[in-house]
């Protein structure tokens, strides 16, 4: 075996690398209160509200904050009451599912539900994914933002008990999602 060193380093793992990787994208947790949650982690971690989606934005599904720190997003996100559910809504994430963040949030409190990382191709890693054993949660979707014509992909597919494995992809280059 030959060091080459960090700048020469080229991760090639056959057994494992079944599409390409970049860095981690967010972690977002559920929560009841999502104003109070994020207003909470930005003071006790130093964290600053970069993005959001709510109903100031249109957003009728769930109020979601993105905190900033660094390279490091936390989204912090609640679903709304069940009872005022708008048909014609349209979320950001199109697979948030009121129903299920519900049930989430009453059966562990704050806690994270998904892990977010950056790809080459969501459709490509989601499919590989399943392909390779892994439970489809939510097949790819597109946002597309109306302002730029931007778009971002994003999949998921299940990590460990509650919490899934999120793929996001695009060239989106806004500050989370289109929409937020």
Same mark, same amino acid.
């Given at each position: 075996?030959?060091?080459?060193?960090?700048?020469?380093?080229?991760?090639?793992? +056959?057994?494992?690398?079944?599409?390409?990787?970049?860095?981690?994208?967010?972690?977002?947790?559920?929560?009841?209160?999502?104003?109070?949650? /994020?207003?909470?982690?930005?003071?006790?971690?130093?964290?600053?509200?970069?993005?959001? !989606?709510?109903? /100031? =934005?249109? *957003?009728?599904?769930?109020? !979601?904050? &993105?905190?900033? !720190?660094?390279?490091?997003?936390?989204?912090?996100?609640? +679903?709304?009451?069940?009872?005022?559910?708008?048909?014609? *809504?349209?979320? +950001?994430?199109?697979?948030?599912?009121?129903?299920?963040?519900?049930?989430?949030?009453?059966?562990?409190?704050?806690?994270?539900?998904?892990?977010?990382?950056?790809?080459?191709?969501? =459709?490509?890693?989601?499919?590989?994914?399943?392909?390779?054993?892994?439970?489809?949660?939510?097949? +790819?979707?597109? /946002? =597309?933002?109306?302002? =730029?014509?931007?778009?971002? &992909?994003?999949?998921?597919?299940?990590?460990?008990?509650?919490?899934?494995?999120?793929?996001? /992809?695009? *060239?989106?280059?806004?500050?989370?999602?289109?929409?937020?």
């Amino acid at each position: 075996m030959k060091l080459v060193g960090y700048e020469n380093f080229v991760r090639h793992n +056959p057994k494992s690398d079944r599409f390409a990787m970049h860095k981690f994208h967010h972690v977002e947790f559920y929560t009841q209160d999502a104003t109070n949650v /994020s207003k909470r982690f930005g003071w006790a971690a130093g964290l600053k509200l970069v993005s959001k !989606s709510d109903q /100031s =934005t249109g *957003n009728h599904a769930y109020a !979601s904050y &993105v905190m900033q !720190s660094g390279e490091l997003q936390i989204v912090i996100t609640a +679903p709304y009451s069940r009872q005022q559910q708008k048909t014609d *809504n349209i979320a +950001p994430n199109q697979g948030f599912d009121n129903a299920y963040a519900h049930e989430f949030c009453a059966k562990h409190g704050l806690a994270v539900r998904a892990m977010a990382i950056s790809v080459d191709d969501a =459709t490509v890693a989601y499919e590989t994914a399943v392909k390779n054993g892994a439970v489809g949660v939510t097949s +790819p979707k597109t /946002s =597309t933002d109306a302002a =730029t014509g931007e778009f971002q &992909v994003l999949s998921e597919v299940k990590l460990y008990g509650d919490v899934v494995l999120r793929f996001i /992809s695009g *060239n989106y280059t806004g500050r989370f999602l289109p929409g937020y």
